[in-house]
């Protein structure tokens, strides 16, 4: 089974950077759709980005494309975050997620939450005007 562990949270002021990281541990496979998610209080859980690990494609919600970059550092088992030119509206707690659909012959779209099989705890990442 996999475990994932998020950190990297943090604050910081509308235009600047941080990177969310997830540390994946037990067998995730050679190739797994790996997902981030985000949930703003009082809104639904969102998709913000995806891979399929591996040197497979990525997806990215239309909401971060140009400013958002999900990797992966294969031989650290770790799955990065990168965001650029935050706005206060990115203010959500950050979930890596596992075993999602993307890259299977599963028919749901990357960013189907429930499709997921496991997930972190969470880390918040705050940006303030």
């Known amino acids: 089974q996999v475990q994932l562990v998020e950190s990297g949270g943090g604050s910081v002021q509308a235009g600047g950077s941080l990177r969310v990281s997830c540390a994946v541990s037990?067998?995730?496979?050679?190739?797994?759709?790996m997902g981030w998610f985000r949930q703003a209080p009082g809104k639904e859980r969102e998709g913000v980005a995806a891979?399929?690990?591996?040197?497979?494609?990525?997806y990215y919600a239309d909401s971060v494309k140009g400013r958002f970059t999900i990797s992966q550092d294969k031989a650290k088992k770790m799955v990065y975050l990168q965001m650029n030119s935050l706005k206060p509206e990115d203010t959500a707690v950050y979930y890596c997620?596992?075993?999602?659909?993307?890259?299977?012959?599963?028919?749901?779209?990357?960013?189907?939450?429930?499709?997921?099989?496991?997930w972190g705890q969470g880390t918040q990442v705050t940006v303030s005007s």
């Open positions: 037990g067998d995730a496979g050679s190739s797994t759709c």
């Open positions: 891979m399929i690990t591996g040197g497979g494609s990525t």
């Open positions: 997620a596992a075993e999602g659909p993307c890259g299977t012959v599963v028919p749901l779209p990357w960013d189907y939450a429930a499709a997921y099989k496991q």
